[in-house]
T-cell receptor
Framework: DGGITQSPKYLFRKEGQNVTLSCEQN?????MYWYRQDPGQGLRLIYYSQIVNDFQKGDIAEGYSVSREKKESFPLTVTSAQKNPTAFYLC????????????FGSGTQLSVL | GENVEQHPSTLSVQEGDSAVIKCTYS??????FPWYKQELGKRPQLIIDIRSNVGEKKDQRIAVTLNKTAKHFSLHITETQPEDSAVYFC????????????FGKGTHLIIQP
């Protein structure tokens, strides 16, 4: 069953802690993205990666880090420098030649304890 | 980069009536305009899209219109049903050679029985 899998579904972060959100896809898509969703704010781009071992900052990259060591995986780390991390995080991917058509994962809700 | 404005933020219609959601964009070079539907707690899913070489596209009860001169595009839903209740996002390519999409802030569509 092809698709994008995000885990965990819910995550809690203590103050000063780094947490990592997982995103895996078996669609053989080249590009992967991380979006942050806040109520009434739409989806804002954090980072994206067009190929393995390369990634670009989006509009709100501060306080976040990513890696792209494998085509299938694009984990997002929310660092302690992100002072307002509570949000719904969505991972997406797209195929070469159709970069604009995004396929989304089911999301991770991150909350601060 | 691209700036996408979406209105209204909330829209309540009677079941069976039509709903219209409007978006404007800033980059005249943008050439692809998708609409995503997100049901409560679920992932956004592409429902219809339009490219800049056409003015209108229909798929059963939904349609999208594009006015390139005015730089705005709209989603039209006819004969609304309870399952149309969701948040709808418009989007456009971010411009500047970047990948992915820039999203509007979303419209919460409520279908009243």
């Amino acid at each position: 069953d092809g698709g994008i899998t995000q885990s965990p579904k819910y995550l809690f972060r203590k103050e000063g802690q780094n947490v990592t959100l997982s995103c895996e896809q078996n669609l053989n898509h080249d590009a992967m993205y991380w979006y942050r969703q806040d109520p009434g704010q739409g989806l804002r781009l954090i980072y994206y990666s067009q190929i393995v071992n390369d990634f670009q900052k989006g509009d709100i990259a501060e306080g976040y880090s990513v890696s792209r060591e494998k085509k299938e995986s694009f984990p997002l780390t929310v660092t302690s420098a992100q002072k307002n991390p509570t949000a719904f995080y969505l991972c997406a991917s797209s195929i070469a030649g159709l970069r604009e058509k995004l396929f989304f994962g089911s999301g991770t809700q991150l909350s601060v304890l | 980069g691209e700036n996408v404005e979406q209105h209204p933020s909330t829209l309540s219609v009677q079941e069976g009536d039509s709903a219209v959601i409007k978006c404007t964009y800033s980059d005249s070079a943008s050439n692809y305009f998708p609409w995503y539907k997100q049901e409560l707690g679920k992932r956004p899913q592409l429902i219809i899209d339009i490219r800049s070489n056409v003015g209108e596209k229909k798929d059963q009860r939904i349609a999208v219109t594009l006015n390139k001169t005015a730089k705005h595009f709209s989603l039209h839903i006819t004969e609304t049903q309870p399952e149309d209740s969701a948040v709808y996002f418009c989007a456009a390519p971010p411009g500047g050679g970047a990948d992915g999409l820039t999203f509007g802030k979303g419209t919460h569509l409520i279908i009243q029985p």
